[in-house]
C-alpha cells in the first residue's frame, strides 16, 4: 500500500509561480512511476507530468515549458515547478502513483487557483 499527501497550492496571480510537493510512504518500493494529474471544476482529470524511477518525463502540451516534475533519488517525495501560471491552470492538483502490479495510489490533492 502507497500513500501520498500532497502540499503547496495556493492562490497566486496570473504569472507567478508555485511548487507542490508530494510525500510517499508505505510501499515506496513497488512505486514504478509517479506523476500530477489535475481537476478543474466541471472537467475531467487529466494528467499534467509524469517521471518513471528512470528519470524519464512527460507532460501535457498546455504545461510544457512552464511546468517541471522531478523527485528525490529515494522516491519518497516528486514535486512539480508551476511557472508562468495562467488561469486556465486552476485545479485541484493530485499527486498520483503506479506499482508494478499495476494498481493506482492518489492523494487527497491541493488546490491551486490563478487569478487574472
Known amino acids: 500500500q502507497v500513500y501520498l499527501v500532497e502540499s503547496g497550492g495556493a492562490l497566486v496571480q496570473a504569472g507567478g509561480s508555485l511548487r507542490l510537493s508530494c510525500a510517499a510512504s508505505?510501499?515506496?518500493?513497488?512505486?514504478?512511476?509517479m506523476g500530477w494529474y489535475r481537476q478543474a471544476p466541471g472537467k475531467q482529470r487529466e494528467l499534467v507530468a509524469g517521471?518513471?524511477?528512470?528519470?524519464?518525463?512527460n507532460y501535457a502540451d498546455s504545461v510544457k515549458g512552464r511546468f517541471t516534475i522531478s523527485s528525490d533519488s529515494a522516491g519518497n517525495w516528486v514535486y512539480l515547478q508551476l511557472n508562468s501560471l495562467k488561469p486556465e491552470d486552476t485545479a485541484v492538483y493530485y499527486c498520483?502513483?503506479?506499482?508494478?502490479?499495476?494498481?493506482?495510489?492518489w492523494g487527497q490533492g491541493t488546490q491551486v487557483t490563478v487569478s487574472s
Open positions: 517521471i518513471t524511477r528512470g528519470g524519464s518525463t
Open positions: 508505505g510501499t515506496i518500493f513497488s512505486i514504478k512511476t
Open positions: 498520483s502513483a503506479d506499482d508494478w502490479s499495476g494498481t493506482d495510489y
